[in-house]
Every structure is written in C-alpha cells, then in structure tokens.
C-alpha cells in the first residue's frame, strides 16, 4: 500500500472512531471527543468538522464550562437517515421503519393466513412500501431493508429451509435487491432477535448471551464475546429442534419430539385449542388468563416448565452471563415467568445457575425488526466513515 493509500486508511480509521463515540457517548464536546479517543484536538476538529458537512452530526450549543469558554457539544444526527426491519414470523408480517439509533417511526403488522412463499412476498413487499411512504424527508433517505426469517439462512441471504412455512431454496436476498434496488441484508429471525437485544434491549452490558426466540418455533441467537456466533455454516442456534423426546410427535423438521413441539406457541395454541375445544389465537388466551381462568393460566404455567427446561440445558452446555426470553410470547410473562424460572433453578447446574440472569425482553417482537434493520444502520455507518 501507497503511503497515500496508509494516510487515507488511517484518516477512515479514525474518522469511524469519532463518528462512534459521538453515536455512543452524545452529547459531548470536540475536547472530550479527543479526551475519549486518544485523538489530537486537531484531528478530532477536522474530523468533526466533514461529519457535520455529512450531516452525521451536529452541534446542540454549549455545554458546561470547566474554567474557560463554554465548550459546544456534538450529536449524532440520528434523522439522516431511516431503515427497514421486517420480521416474517408463521401466522403474521410486522415491519418498523427506525432512524439510526433504532427509535421506531413507524409500524405495520398484518395476519398471515397463507405461508406459500409467493402470497407472503407479495405482502411482504406491499407491507415494505408502505413503511417507505411514512418516512419523513431526510439526507439519505431509506439505506436499506433488513428481513427477518424464521428458518436457516446462508450467507447469501438465501433461505435454506423454514420449516415452519415449508420454505426450501428461495433466493430471499437476491430478489428483494432486484426489486427495491436497495441494500438488503436476511437474516435468521433468532439471530436477528439477539441483535436486537444486544444493541437496544437487556444485553447491552453483556458478552455472553442467548437470546431465545418464542414464536410458532422456537429458535436461538448466541451471542459470544459481544459477537453473534453463527457456526460454520451461520446455521447455529436452532434449539427448537432439540430432541426432548425420543419417541415424541412428528416435527415439520421431519424429526420427532423437538422442543418447540412441547414449548413453543404452536404447542400453546394446539393445547389451548384441546382444553377449549375451540380455535384460539394467543391473544385469546392471554385475555382468558389476565381474566383469571385457571385453566389457562395452568397452560401457561405448564409451558413454563417445557421453556424452563430446554433453556437449562442450554445454560448448562454455554454458560451465558444472561439469557433472554424474547417473540410474542413475550407477552405471557405474569404467568410464565414462575415456572421457568423454577425450572432452570431446578435443572441448571448450581456452578451455573449462580452466574446466569434470566430476563425476558422489554422489546417484545420489536427486538427482531429492530435487530435486522440494524444490520443496514452498521453497514452505512461504515461505508460514511470512507
């Protein structure tokens, strides 16, 4: 490399460390900025100065004087621009429109009746377009389309196989590029929950987390060393298809007695509808619960132990500083909450269970679509810095 080229390299380098600290550490002012970065006033002026051009940040007014001239503070100008994150679940499509630090603009959710790839792309883009109509004007507009999906996921953005939808080889990344002619990034949904958690929820002080994705399956982002772990492939996390039970049901994985067949909402729903005799949607029996029927408090409780259990084992093989119970079912919390922990006390090993938290997300299902969009955020950020 040219010395030219290292110059040019070094500046990048250290405009990113500026343009982060601002992003992370706001307000402050160009001598903190220096204070923080190691950076020489001068460089951190110069740098400050071709990100406000950028419109990546900006001056709020002064601040508070330590003897001299009241310093001005700096901001990240979070309004310059917006993303999309989509989070294709079994039964329903929601998607939010955030600007760069994840506050939500806006937000649709419709019912899916039908998984053929097909009807749900066609949804999926009337779905896109509308959040692309609600975005205020800005300096660079909407910077790309985060798709989360509840299956395996390549690297190339293609959907291997959701067996929750019957999903096998859709080039997911590829036609959604075509389409909107935009930067596109699909994404598990698990791993797009942990995300989610790591950057706006529970797990932002922790290294080590799993995030578990309670939806129609069940599925699980690992978070290690502040990274997300995807294995080999990028086909890690799938818990939901656990065996816990050698001669169980038939899963749509084609395997038999998985975890999500005793833990998840669809082992809710179809247990709800056993014990009613009618069809129910979660939210019926959440509302049958918040009423006090026992019998669907049980249900909830019962579910408890199933999560409780297969979140112990998943405690005792990683030994996570935190795990996160994250999705729709979310919302059963009151009458969750006792038995799984109970349960995890009861199954995890002790050397274990001391060094764990067990939290559920104050992002409910947001925290997915949040976490995928923010895949496009990170991305353009970098791509600024050059």
Same mark, same amino acid.
């Given at each position: 490399?040219?010395?030219?080229?290292?110059?040019?390299?070094?500046?990048?380098?250290?405009?990113?460390?500026?343009?982060?600290?601002?992003?992370?550490?706001?307000?402050?002012?160009?001598?903190?900025?220096?204070?923080?970065?190691?950076?020489?006033? *001068?460089? !951190?002026?110069?740098?400050?100065?071709? +990100?406000? $051009?950028? &419109? %990546?940040?900006?001056?709020?007014? @002064?601040?508070?004087?330590?003897?001299?001239?009241?310093?001005?503070?700096?901001?990240?100008?979070?309004?310059?621009?917006?993303?999309?994150?989509?989070?294709?679940?079994?039964?329903?499509?929601?998607?939010?429109?955030?600007?760069?630090?994840?506050?939500?603009?806006?937000?649709?959710?419709?019912?899916?009746?039908?998984?053929?790839?097909?009807?749900?792309?066609?949804?999926?883009?009337?779905?896109?377009?509308?959040?692309?109509?609600?975005?205020?004007?800005?300096?660079?507009?909407?910077?790309?389309?985060?798709?989360?999906?509840? *299956?395996? !996921?390549?690297?190339?953005?293609?959907? +291997?196989? $959701?067996? &929750? %939808?019957?999903?096998?080889?859709? @080039?997911?990344?590829?036609?959604?590029?075509?389409?909107?002619?935009?930067?596109?990034?699909?994404?598990?949904?698990?791993?797009?929950?942990?995300?989610?958690?790591?950057?706006?929820?529970?797990?932002?002080?922790?290294?080590?987390?799993?995030?578990?994705?309670?939806?129609?399956?069940?599925?699980?982002?690992?978070?290690?060393?502040?990274?997300?772990?995807?294995?080999?492939?990028?086909?890690?996390?799938?818990?939901?298809?656990?065996?816990?039970?050698?001669?169980?049901?038939?899963?749509?994985?084609?395997?038999?007695?998985?975890?999500?067949?005793?833990?998840?909402?669809?082992?809710? +729903?179809?247990?709800?509808?056993?014990?009613?005799?009618?069809?129910?949607?979660?939210?019926?029996?959440?509302?049958?619960?918040?009423?006090?029927?026992?019998?669907?408090?049980?249900?909830?409780?019962?579910?408890?132990?199933?999560?409780?259990?297969?979140?112990?084992?998943?405690?005792?093989?990683?030994?996570?500083?935190?795990?996160?119970?994250?999705?729709?079912?979310?919302?059963?919390?009151?009458?969750?909450?006792?038995?799984?922990?109970?349960?995890?006390?009861?199954?995890?090993?002790?050397?274990?269970?001391?060094?764990?938290?067990?939290?559920?997300?104050?992002?409910?299902?947001?925290?997915?679509?949040?976490?995928?969009?923010?895949?496009?955020?990170?991305?353009?950020?970098?791509?600024?810095?050059?």
């Amino acid at each position: 490399m040219s010395v030219t080229g290292d110059q040019r390299f070094i500046k990048q380098m250290n405009k990113q460390i500026v343009l982060q600290t601002i992003r992370k550490e706001a307000p402050l002012s160009r001598a903190q900025v220096s204070l923080t970065t190691g950076l020489n006033k *001068g460089t !951190v002026s110069s740098l400050v100065a071709e +990100l406000i $051009a950028d &419109n %990546l940040v900006y001056e709020v007014g @002064p601040g508070e004087s330590s003897g001299g001239r009241r310093p001005v503070m700096l901001m990240f100008q979070n309004k310059a621009a917006y993303a999309i994150g989509i989070n294709i679940a079994v039964n329903y499509l929601s998607g939010v429109l955030t600007d760069l630090v994840g506050n939500v603009i806006e937000k649709v959710e419709w019912s899916l009746h039908v998984k053929e790839f097909d009807h749900v792309n066609q949804q999926m883009v009337q779905l896109i377009e509308q959040l692309m109509k609600a975005a205020p004007p800005s300096t660079y507009g909407i910077i790309g389309i985060g798709v989360a999906v509840p *299956g395996i !996921v390549n690297e190339e953005g293609d959907v +291997l196989f $959701a067996p &929750n %939808l019957n999903w096998r080889e859709i @080039p997911l990344k590829k036609q959604l590029e075509e389409h909107f002619q935009l930067p596109i990034a699909v994404e598990n949904e698990a791993n797009a929950g942990a995300l989610g958690e790591k950057v706006f929820g529970k797990g932002k002080e922790s290294e080590n987390m799993i995030f578990f994705s309670i939806g129609i399956g069940i599925g699980s982002g690992i978070i290690f060393g502040n990274s997300l772990y995807r294995g080999k492939g990028g086909y890690s996390g799938e818990v939901g298809h656990m065996s816990i039970e050698t001669n169980g049901p038939l899963c749509t994985c084609g395997n038999k007695g998985c975890w999500e067949l005793f833990a998840s909402e669809k082992a809710v +729903l179809q247990q709800g509808e056993a014990l009613y005799e009618e069809v129910l949607t979660l939210d019926d029996l959440f509302e049958k619960a918040r009423k006090g029927e026992q019998t669907a408090i049980d249900l909830f409780q019962k579910i408890g132990v199933y999560l409780g259990t297969g979140i112990a084992n998943m405690i005792n093989a990683l030994n996570p500083e935190l795990v996160v119970v994250g999705n729709r079912m979310v919302k059963g919390r009151p009458w969750l909450e006792h038995s799984l922990k109970q349960t995890v006390a009861d199954r995890a090993l002790s050397f274990h269970a001391e060094q764990v938290s067990v939290e559920f997300s104050d992002l409910n299902e947001n925290g997915i679509s949040l976490g995928v969009s923010y895949l496009l955020i990170d991305s353009f950020l970098e791509k600024k810095h050059e």
